[in-house]
């Protein structure tokens, strides 16, 4: 493998890429980088040589894991390349060189990877021992822990526990340590106690264990940590790791869903070639992987990035890295192009049984510079813990949305309008209203279960097995007919806080949701993530029997009815205060700085994402954590929910980067910040719009300019009632649109599956995500790196299923 490194950019480019480069730039000069494969020379007594540190190896890159080390060695070469002509001056070259490339090179050989810069340094790297661990006191209490079935002791979590090492207790750590879910109780009973060392129940191996020490805020080694776990009865020998990193620990609760979703236990043939390829997990990554192998099996998105490659690539800014469209091309060409999918030779294939070894592979692709290009500035996805596939869906598609490639837009294929009926229970009049969306989302009808005695007998089972501290019984799973997940999507919901525009006040109110529009390709997710008590993220771990065709045509909107009577273009009343001072409300006043940090907290603590706990504590002005939930539960469903908050500064206009999803790509839009929160005081949508562009989006002459401007309050059309819009899934109003009208590929109602992405575990926090797709007829698992042909595709066990229309 070899690269070519502007001298001028410090950009790396292959060799099929390097002429490109040189045509764009000019530039001329270039440190080519080769990197040999060789097979060790035995020494004299056969064996191969001795382990040395190899001098001949001084690129930080990531060596092939494939590889068998005591086999092979690696050496790299590096010299300068002068284009057009190609001159070679091999380095070192002090002689030649002036001073200040020497330098150059020098520092360019010597660079560590910027990705590992993004990577936490592993703990082990630079763990110290802990000062108590050769002084820690362990109470003889008789405490026991048994080798599985934990939980915590304050609350029923069963994942993120911690053994405290003095007293015995297991209790959860906080869902921000390592990505997994916690209240925080270790760190209580450490405030409450002192007892300073506790070790990460699941990480015990015969090789050690993760140690944190809560008095010295930091991992630490444990150097008696076999006699400290032995204290409490356990033997760390017979303690391991399974194949995945998972422990038998961790997913012994659960072992069918991480069984029967990987297809565990049978032998699953290799497949090879383009769209074939697998992805590398960088660590939690494995939602990115099962996206992306989902989209890139779509015939729209092929065409649009990998089929317009050479077009991409020749217009691509001078720094290709920050190219959304050029990440995407090189992506879909990693994926497609078979170049990184390639069956061992027969040669080798005998070789390797004969030796009974495994010969270098170099297979799959490492979306290093993807992620860090898609993810920069999201707090969520820039990390290394696990995220919600769904949230990164969407995430995905609304950067396509916002960096067109093309004429056609390829993620057009999954919009569609929502027709949204909502009616005054009590006056019965109704009105309609639409907006654009990408998923449908399917409520898991619990209730319907066909299974009942079976859940109650399993329940009662697991509860006494609990008590008396013994493993859990075989799993029972609730199976949930489809048809019932359906009828729950399309019955009508209450409308919270419905203000009747006929009745002129508060009333009871219902919405019901139809398609306006079918989209070519269907994204149907169902809702299987929840909360427990004490708010808790929990997964409902249930069984629906998704259909391989699928037809909801009986779901096509119809507008109003012959006899229905519309609601009235009435908007809420607006409470005026007495002293016009007070219009300067919370949000005009509370500077990001001053967020409360701890309504943060508390709001993190139950599990939802960082950035948008700020938001909710922002929007809803410093006013506790009991408010910003609401507006957490009513902002969940939206697209950029867990995205920075980006206030726009008074009086300018905000960037392209404010723009929604229903106002992609519109001229002049108001930042919908402003816009929201003119709503949330009871203005018309269109009428907030129309006084933010009068003042050049200054929030605070907008409401001088509505309040001066009464008479335009009633001749508004409005796009809808705002007591009723804090409800919607995805404020994605088309009040905006236009004439041109959204972008949809209406169609038949009739479908067909051919992908699904599925999770393992119990919150969208931990676990593991693989994706199955139906190719040439054959369905194939994508597990990160393995791709291979699927004996027993779980269809029954997914979140999030593809279908594509079946033309009529």
Known sequence: SCLYVCMN???????????????????????????????????????????????????????????????????????????????????PNIEELPALVTIACDALLSAKSPYRKQDPDSWEEELQASKHAKTLV???????????????????????????????????????F????????????????????????????????????????????????????????????????????????????????????????????????????????????????????????????????????PRIFDYSPLDPTQDFNTQMAKLGHGLLSGQYSKPPMKS????????????????????????????????EFSSNRQQDAQEFFLHLINLVERNPVGSENPSDVFRFLVEERTQCCQSRKVRYTERVDYIMQLPVAMEAATNKDELIAYELKRREAEAARRPPPELVRAKI???????????????????????????????TSRFASFPEYLVVQIKKFTFGLDWIPKKLDVSVDMPDFLDISHLRARGLQ?????????????????????????????????????????????????????????????????????????????????????IPAFGEVASSGAAVFGAVGLDNQPPEEMVAIIISMGFQRNLA?????????????ALEWIFSHPELEEETEPALDMMDMENNANANILAETGSEGPRIKDGSGRYELFGFISHMGTSTMSGHYVCHLKKEGRWVIYNDLRVCASERPPKDLGYIYFYRRIPS
């Open 9 to 91: 950019t410090f950009l790396g480019f292959g060799r099929e890429h390097i002429e490109r480069h040189y045509r764009k730039t000019g530039q001329c000069v270039y440190l080519h980088l080769k990197r040999h494969v060789i097979e060790k020379v035995p020494g004299a007594s056969g064996g191969a040589l001795p382990k040395r540190r190899n001098a001949k190896l001084f690129l930080d890159l990531e060596t092939n894991s494939d590889l068998n080390n005591d086999d092979f060695e690696y050496e790299d070469e590096a010299k300068l390349v002068i284009f057009p002509d190609h001159y070679e001056i091999l380095l």
């Open 138 to 176: 362990q109470l003889d209490n008789g405490v026991r822990i048994p080798p599985s079935g934990w939980k915590c002791s304050k609350c029923d979590l069963r994942e993120n526990l911690w053994l405290n090492l003095t007293d015995g207790s297991v209790l959860c750590g906080k869902w921000f």
């Open 178 to 309: 390592d990505g997994s879910g916690g209240n925080g109780h270790a760190m209580e009973h450490y405030k409450e106690t002192g007892y300073p060392l506790a070790v990460k129940l699941g990480t015990i191996t015969p090789d050690g264990a993760d140690v944190y020490s809560f008095d010295e805020e930091e991992p630490v080694l444990d150097p008696h940590i076999a006699k400290h776990l032995a204290h409490f009865g356990i033997d760390m020998l017979q303690m391991q790791v399974t194949e995945n990193g998972l422990r038998d620990n961790d997913i012994k609760p659960r072992v069918s869903e991480w069984e029967v979703i990987q297809e565990a236990g049978v032998k699953l043939k290799p497949m090879y070639g383009p769209g074939y390829t697998g992805m590398k997990n960088l660590g939690n990554s494995c939602y990115l992987n099962a996206v992306m192998q989902a989209i890139f099996s779509i015939p729209e998105f092929q065409r649009a990035y990998v089929g317009n490659l």
């Open 348 to 379: 080798e294939l005998i070789e390797q049984v004969m030796k009974e070894e495994h010969k270098p592979q170099h297979n799959g692709i490492s979306p290093r510079m993807f992620k860090a290009f898609i993810s920069k500035g999201h707090p």
């Open 481 to 511: 007919p489809f048809s019932a997940c359906l009828q729950a999507f399309s019955e009508p919901n209450n409308v919270e806080d419905f203000w009747s525009s006929a009745l002129q006040a508060k009333s009871a109110g219902v919405k």
């Open 562 to 646: 012959p006899g229905e009577e519309e609601l009235p273009d009435i908007a809420p009343p607006i409470i005026i205060p007495d002293d016009p001072k007070e219009m300067k409300f919370n949000w005009r006043l509370l500077d990001p700085s001053n967020i409360d940090e701890s309504s943060v907290m508390q709001l993190a603590e139950m599990g939802f994402p960082l950035e948008a706990c700020r938001k909710a504590v922002y929007y809803t002005g410093n006013l506790g954590a009991e408010v910003a939930f609401n507006w957490i539960i009513a902002h969940m469903e939206e697209p950029d929910f867990a995205e920075p908050l980006v």
């Open 689 to 701: 719009i129309q006084a933010l562009k009068a003042t050049n989006n200054n929030l605070e002459r």
